[in-house]
């Protein structure tokens, strides 16, 4: 089984400055890591995702993430945030590879950019 | 493509009543998953469908909840009865492949 633990669960950060999401997971097995975004009163949109190869991923409006697999990380980052950054972040993990489509996903991170 | 629907959006019932939640998913998605979304519990996954048949329902809660999916267009989820512990907002989504799912709008359920 998978866990995903988001380290903060609100974080305030003036517009355009840069801004760190954490988020740390356990798993036995190889995995797959998904930031998804979710604004107010909808639904979850992906952010990003890493399935292998390069351990920096770019992902939808200029979000990246990097995954550290010695430390078991996934941050996410972006070196210059806006207003309409403002939403709740959640990070995932699923187990790599066929056969398994659960979602494990972190508790959230209530991103608010201040102007 | 119009995305995900569910329906309704907003549900207020009294605790006893059944519940009835519904989504059609993306055309051409062949998976179909049914989460929950708490202030407690975050994010849970109840029930995924592939090609129709339930493969893992591990994530309903007990015995009042059940999820069917009579064609690739469509799925329920049912509360019956319902309590108000049940409340929160409940999600659809659907995909292709095991790396990426897309969300619906999702119900927001109140149970009184």
């Known amino acids: 089984a998978q866990s995903v633990t988001q380290l903060d669960s609100q974080v305030p950060v003036f517009e355009e400055a840069p801004v760190e999401l954490r988020c740390n997971y356990s798993?036995?097995?190889?995995?797959?890591l998904f930031w998804y975004v979710q604004y107010p009163n909808q639904g979850l949109q992906l952010l990003l995702k890493y399935l292998s190869g390069s351990t920096l991923v770019k992902g939808i409006n200029g979000f990246e993430a990097e995954f550290n697999k010695s430390q078991t990380s996934f941050h996410l980052r972006k070196p210059s945030v806006h207003i309409s950054d403002t939403a709740e972040y959640f990070c995932a993990v699923s187990e790599a590879g066929a056969g398994s489509y659960q979602l494990t996903f972190g508790k959230g991170t209530k991103l608010s950019v201040i102007p | 493509d119009a995305g995900v629907i569910q329906s309704p959006r907003h549900e207020v019932t009294e605790m006893g009543q059944e519940v009835t939640l519904r989504c059609k998913p993306i055309?051409?998605?062949?998976?179909l998953f049914w989460y929950r979304q708490t202030m407690m519990r975050g994010l849970e996954l109840l029930i995924y469908?592939?090609?129709?048949?339930?493969?893992?329902d591990s994530g309903m809660p007990e015995d009042r909840f059940s999820a069917k999916m009579p064609n690739a267009s469509f799925s329920t989820l049912k509360i019956q009865p319902s309590e108000p512990r049940d409340s929160a907002v409940y999600f659809c989504?659907?995909?292709?492949?095991?790396?990426?799912?897309?969300f619906g709008p999702g119900t927001r359920l109140l149970v009184l």
């Open positions: 469908f592939n090609n129709n048949v339930p493969i893992d």
């Open positions: 055309s051409g998605h062949d998976y």
């Open positions: 989504a659907s995909g292709t492949d095991q790396e990426t799912q897309y």
């Open positions: 798993s036995s097995v190889s995995v797959y």
